[in-house]
């Protein structure tokens, strides 16, 4: 054997027996001197039965110790007090321990702890990075009793009947973001009584925990607030929420923690119990973006109950029976930027008695909910006046349901293609908002267009009303197909396309501050319409209705059988327009009430031209007939006994080219063909025309009437013009032109016998004097061929409307035709005629007063000789003419 073999022999041999001695005289040291070691340089007293030490391995067992701080005051270190059958340390680092203070090990083995542990008081974080004083890979508790205690000696952590078992444990140092601060790779857990209070809101309680080849199960989990609702308001002002959750039972398995990802699957909750407490504090948002990554694969929550409420008690949500089936639920930075925050592969939900409350209540007693279809039944929405001026809704609806052909996020927006909607058996009332929001939508997280292919309602009875003016849709049921919600060019909220729509409703109402308006039916889509039995009735009597009224405003009594149009037109979207072929309306009988007592509205009246111009967007009926109808007029003075009438009968009205001058390359003229039965007595004919893009607003009007009797104009004139005329009105023509300025034209009146007759204000007497003097100014006999007559300059009166100036034309023209050319003159002279009769009643009257004077003071006996005199100055005095 050569010299250098023999010498690493026995080198080798030398450090074993070395190695040996060390071993068994560390052990016996252990043994022996340890704990006072313990006890005099640190500040726990530690007893145990036995202990070995392998410094090959850096093995560590040690059996029936005893731990107890000597100083159980001291908030500056943890606080030790127990016992632990067996403590196995494998690959211990004595290293670590010796020169960086540190515990290192691969494995820690405790048997049947039974420890409480008091933390230490914390240390500033502001002072800089600290290490983990403590480092084991894998960790085994058996049957421990574990209860941990903050410096304050608030219990923060206790565990009965613990078997622990954590794989490749690691520890991220408190610097370090993004990352979970303890991850593992495997685990197992048993254990009862589990308490955790991780501050001093809540409480973490759970009756037991087991798990079976990586199947946990909890049973009876409860998290428990630790204020009631008022301390928490009263000592957390800024926080919003105060939540308490019951779980009956819970499973789930496969839980992974690797660096900043969470995961596991088949996660079960059986009867969940959730109580959410709001407050009014605001919602912070946090700057810190969301750095983790959420996977939990198949979550099933089973029986939930959830309800949260409103700071001043009441329910805000609440619902029962939910089941939640949620498959590949994912959490993470990418879908937090989505408007729903969180990506799935499917999911089903479902509930009962939900009910929702904001400035009203909404219940539904079922709901069901999937990514492809959802429905709702037996829904109600009831005021409860909690937002006064909100719209808000009285609404009770059997039915909601939708079926989805898309839903998906693209780019980070959502993007909806709705295959079709149900809405079945809405009654109630919609009661339209008188406050308006301010608030601005974000509509960044929609892809728009959003698609309804089809909506439809049925057998509905709906009410809609704002500001007391009910609009009431009776036996409602509509389609509407292809709705295109489009985002507005100014980006301040959404627009509405429709391709086709379809609605019948019967009974349809609307009631106004004067009116209550009716339909016995109506049917409308894109290109019809068909109104049946219309009506537009006075809810007030025409005194109620001048006393309400502060200037002239026209009363109306309106009814029509039929009203029905073609072509299309477009009234939801942004590009409104109306484009009818034909618009008919058969049997209409008009009622048109003016009273000239109110005042006159200062309000400047515009031409017919200029008011359809002023319509906004596109409109053009090619054709508007009236047939069959009545149109009555009544017009009240205060000095006339009762209503002027005038009553145009067998009314039929043809209107071509109706616009508002918005369509480019079409026709702006419009032509308007009056035929008539004025006063039920003769015939009228009327050509009226005008064009509504000339901004001149210059019109022609024209019309003819034949043999008409002057008796039949009486009830117009007799009331308040205190006239009535006899004879005949053979012909009479007009042709007049004008403008917002005025009208011009020409006169022609052949009649035949006229005659007049002025009568007192009372209408009961004629005024002879008066009566002869008008008939011999007024022409009887216009001849075979009267010559037409001028009608020129007729002023217009702005704030009159458009027929005011009409009949002023048509009083020139009765003026010039029965009085002659120098009109002026001849009314000059029946003044002065008038005049010089009243100066003759008054001095009959004088004369009267002094014979009376005279009678007063003459003797018994003189009165006889006057008895003369008695008859004729004591007659009744006739009112006194104007």
């Known amino acids: 054997m050569k010299k250098w073999v023999k010498k690493s022999l026995i080198g080798l041999g030398v450090l074993l027996i070395i190695f040996l001695l060390a071993n068994f005289g560390l052990n016996i040291w252990l043994k022996t001197q340890l704990p006072n070691y313990i006890k005099n340089n640190t500040d726990y007293k530690v007893s145990y039965k036995t202990l070995d030490v392998d410094l090959g391995t850096g093995n560590i067992v040690s059996t029936g110790i005893s731990v107890n701080s000597k100083n159980p005051q001291n908030i500056n270190v943890i606080g030790l007090q127990g016992t632990i059958d067996t403590l196995k340390i494998s690959r211990f680092g004595i290293y670590d321990v010796i020169f960086n203070k540190q515990i290192n090990s691969s494995d820690l083995l405790l048997a049947s702890p039974n420890l409480n542990v008091i933390l230490a008081r914390p240390v500033d974080h502001k002072t800089g990075k600290k290490r983990n004083p403590v480092l084991f890979e894998n960790i085994r508790i058996n049957n421990g009793i574990i209860n941990i205690f903050r410096h304050t000696k608030q219990k923060f952590l206790s565990v009965e009947q613990l078997d622990l078992f954590v794989e490749n444990l690691q520890m991220t140092e408190e610097s370090v973001e993004n990352k979970l601060p303890v991850v593992f790779d495997k685990y197992d857990i048993k254990g009862k009584r589990f308490f955790f209070r991780p501050d001093n809101v809540y409480a973490l309680k759970i009756d037991k925990i087991t798990t079976s080849n990586g199947q946990m199960s909890v049973e009876n989990f409860r998290l428990i607030p630790l204020l009631t609702f008022a301390q928490f308001k009263r000592f957390y002002p800024q926080k919003p929420k105060l939540f308490q959750f019951d779980i009956q039972k819970m499973d789930f398995k496969d839980v992974v923690l690797k660096k900043n990802r ?19 504090a605001a919602v912070k948002k ?27 008690g009441n329910k805000l949500f609440f619902a029962r029976n939910l089941n939640v089936n949620v498959n590949q639920l994912k959490l993470d930075k990418e879908t937090m930027e989505n408007v729903i925050p969180v990506g799935y592969k499917d999911f089903r939900f479902s509930g009962k008695d939900i009910h929702f409350s904001n400035h009203q209540d909404i219940n539904a007693e079922s709901i069901a909910l999937n990514p492809k279809s959802g429905e709702m039944r037996n829904i109600s929405i009831i005021p409860n006046g909690d937002a006064q001026g909100k719209t808000s809704m009285n609404l009770t609806a059997a039915q909601i349901a939708f079926n989805i052909n898309k839903w998906e996020f693209l780019d980070k927006k959502l993007n909806l293609d709705v295959k079709d909607v149900l809405v079945s058996n809405v009654n109630g009332t919609i009661k339209g908002g008188t406050v308006k929001s301010d608030k601005k939508v974000n509509l960044n997280g929609i892809q728009f267009p959003i698609i309804i292919r089809k909506v439809t309602l049925k057998n509905s009875n709906v009410v809609y009303d704002k500001g007391a003016q009910p609009l009431a849709f009776n036996d409602l049921n509509a389609t509407i197909n292809d709705i295109e919600l489009l985002e507005k060019a100014n980006k301040t909220g959404m627009d509405l396309k429709i391709k086709d729509y379809f609605l019948t409703t019967k009974n349809f109402a609307y009631k106004t501050k004067f009116y209550h308006m009716s339909v016995g039916l109506l049917k409308l889509n894109k290109n019809k319409v068909q109104v049946n039995n219309f009506a537009m009735k006075p809810l007030v009597s025409r005194a109620q209705f001048i006393k309400m009224i502060p200037v002239e405003r026209d009363l109306y009594d309106l009814t029509a059988n039929q009203v029905t149009a073609d072509g299309s037109w477009d009234l939801f979207s942004q590009n409104k327009f109306i484009n009818a072929s034909n618009v008919t309306i058969q049997g209409a009988d008009a009622v048109i009430f003016r009273s000239k007592i ?34 009555v007029y009544e017009e009240d003075t205060p000095e006339s006994a009762g209503p ?9 009205m043809n209107v071509k080219n109706l616009n508002s001058a918005k369509t480019k390359g079409k026709p702006t003229r419009v032509d308007i063909k009056i035929n008539c039965s004025f006063m039920n007595l003769a015939p009228l004919s009327v050509n009226w025309n005008f064009d509504v893009a000339d901004q001149r607003d210059v019109f022609t009007i024209s019309g003819r009437t034949l043999n008409l009797p002057a008796q039949g104009i009486n009830p117009f004139i007799r009331p308040y013009l205190h006239v009535t005329a006899t004879g005949t009105i053979q012909e009479m023509l007009f042709n007049f032109r004008g403008n917002p300025a005025g009208l011009n034209g020409t006169f022609n009146l052949k009649h035949k016998d006229l005659k007049v007759a002025i009568l007192d204000k009372n209408n009961r007497e004629k005024k002879g004097v008066l009566t002869a003097i008008a008939n011999l100014v007024v022409r009887s006999n216009s001849g075979r061929l009267p010559e037409d007559v001028k009608v020129e300059n007729i002023p217009r009166d702005p704030t009159k409307s458009f027929f005011n100036l009409f009949w002023k034309g048509i009083e020139s023209g009765l003026k010039k035709t029965l009085i002659g050319k120098n009109v002026d003159k001849t009314e ?6 008038v005049s010089a009769v009243k100066d003759m009643k008054q001095s009959v009257k004088e004369l009267k007063e002094e014979v009376k004077n005279k009678k007063e003071s003459a003797p018994k006996e003189e009165k006889k000789k006057k008895g003369l005199f008695k008859g004729i100055f004591n007659k009744k005095e006739k009112p006194e003419t104007e």
């Open 262 to 280: 969470v995961s596991l699957a088949n996660a079960d909750f059986q009867n969940p119990v959730l109580s959410v407490y709001t407050t009014h």
């Open 828 to 833: 000059e002279s029946v003044k002065n005629t």
């Open 286 to 312: 946090s700057d810190k973006p969301f750095s983790y990554e959420v996977n939990l694969d198949d979550i099933r929550l089973n029986n939930a109950t959830v309800q949260i409420l409103k700071p001043d």
């Open 644 to 652: 002027g009438k005038l009553t145009f009968s067998n009314f039929n």
């Open 598 to 631: 109110p005042k006159d509205d200062p309000k400047e009246k515009p031409l017919y031209s200029r008011m359809l111009r002023s319509i906004k967007f596109p409109v053009t009926i090619n054709m508007l007939d009236l047939k069959n109808s009545k149109l």
